[in-house]
């Protein structure tokens, strides 16, 4: 098994950027991935105390299908977030509030449907807006991977392209059989000097409906592995229980 791809999403529900390579620490998450995400007006955040919120309560690709059509890219040391929307390129200030601002209101436009209040940019060091947070700071701080053996397997019954981009992920590999990794839960993997523990399967959502080329729902894709596994999961979370540093086309080995 190798690494092909690795990526972060800086932005919850915003595009991925891709890694050459990254330095994982044990205990933590994929660096900068959701590090930033937009309320839907419906959240009151506070940043000195961050807890864990449902998705529903932020712009993402589950319900808002425009967001795809942006490419988005996060410029550090101080964060600057460069949004293209075909020609149109701006470039929106994380680091104060009148730049966040900006970029809430900008993407409320974006997603063009009534919200519940008014978008906020939301921030708190360490705190990281992934989908699972809601079940545990460790979780939180899990890492996703996806065998694309699986993603291919899928495509071929569907009889439709899929990219792998749908789902997000932080790490894509291949080798093992399509839909082995789901059978992982409990068993670590070793990439060098990095150690992971699978602790869960990842239950896909609606986000992956949407084809991030053209921004569009295409199929149910939730329903369509249901009806041809017997169950709603693709790819899985692992968390690092052994930092250092991963690039691609490194070699995963399972431990145990």
């Not at 009148?98 to 519940?116: D, E, I, S």
């Not at 990281?128 to 939180?140: I, P």
Request: charged letters at 25%.
């Amino acid at each position: 098994m190798r690494i092909v791809n690795l990526f972060r999403y800086p932005v919850k529900g915003l595009s991925a950027e891709a890694m050459g390579e990254v330095v994982l620490e044990a205990g933590f998450g994929f660096p900068r991935d959701r590090a930033y995400a937009v309320t839907d007006g419906s959240l009151q955040f506070d940043p000195t105390a961050p807890k864990p919120a449902p998705k529903t309560q932020f712009l993402m690709l589950a319900k808002h299908e425009s967001l795809a059509r942006l490419a988005s890219r996060l410029m550090e040391a101080p964060d600057r977030l460069e949004i293209r929307d075909g020609k149109d390129v701006r470039t929106f200030a994380l680091d104060d509030a009148a730049g966040r601002g900006a970029l809430a209101g900008y993407l409320g436009g974006v997603v063009n449907v009534p919200l519940p209040g008014e978008p906020e940019v939301v921030h708190a060091p360490g705190h990281q807006f992934t989908d699972v947070s809601v079940h545990s700071v460790a979780l939180m701080r899990s890492i996703s991977l996806i065998n694309l053996t699986t993603v291919g397997d899928l495509s071929a019954h569907l009889a439709l392209p899929l990219d792998p981009l749908r789902f997000r992920a932080n790490l894509y590999f291949e080798g093992p059989a399509a839909w082995s990794e789901l059978d992982w839960v409990g068993r670590r993997l070793g990439i060098g000097d990095v150690a992971l523990k699978v602790v869960r399967r990842t239950k896909r959502c609606a986000a992956t409906s949407v084809d991030p080329d053209r921004a569009v729902r295409d199929i149910n894709l939730p329903i369509a592995i249901r009806d041809y596994q017997g169950h709603g999961d693709l790819g899985i979370y692992a968390e690092v229980e052994a930092g250092g540093r991963i690039a691609a086309g490194d070699r995963i080995e399972l431990l145990d």
